[in-house]
Nanobody, 116 residues
Framework: QVQLVESGGGLVQPGGSLRLSCAASGSFFSIYTMAWYRQAPGNERELVARITSGGSTNYVDSVKGRFTISRDSAKKTVYVQMNSLKPEDPAVYYC??????????WGPGAQVTVSS
């Protein structure tokens, strides 16, 4: 059984920063990609950032230059540093892991709120 546990969500003022972490545990094949998605009320879930096993990254245009995804392969942990948070960033942020068999796993989500 694979478990993903997110942490680091919360309330921050516009322009502030948060760092989300997601630790993977359990029995699975080697990790292929780790990613963060987000879903705001009434919206579809969207990819925010992804990092591959080789370290390649990609971001949705709206967060480029503000968010940075990174991973610690030994700890099976992925992070996203979110700076200059904007009123359009609040959402539930979900961690996603795809293993080498192309099986996907989701975390329960972490709420990010941006408000003054």
């Amino acid at each position: 059984q694979v478990q993903l546990v997110e942490s680091g969500g919360g309330l921050v003022q516009p322009g502030g920063s948060l760092r989300l972490s997601c630790a993977a545990s359990g029995s699975f094949f080697s990790i292929y990609t780790m990613a963060w998605y987000r879903q705001a009320p009434g919206n579809e879930r969207e990819l925010v950032a992804r990092i591959t096993s080789g370290g390649s990254t990609n971001y949705v245009d709206s967060v480029k230059g503000r968010f940075t995804i990174s991973r610690d392969s030994a700890k099976k942990t992925v992070y996203v540093q979110m700076n200059s948070l904007k009123p359009e960033d609040p959402a539930v942020y979900y961690c996603n892991v795809i293993d080498s068999r192309m099986s996907g796993f989701w975390g329960p989500g972490a709420q990010v709120t941006v408000s003054s």
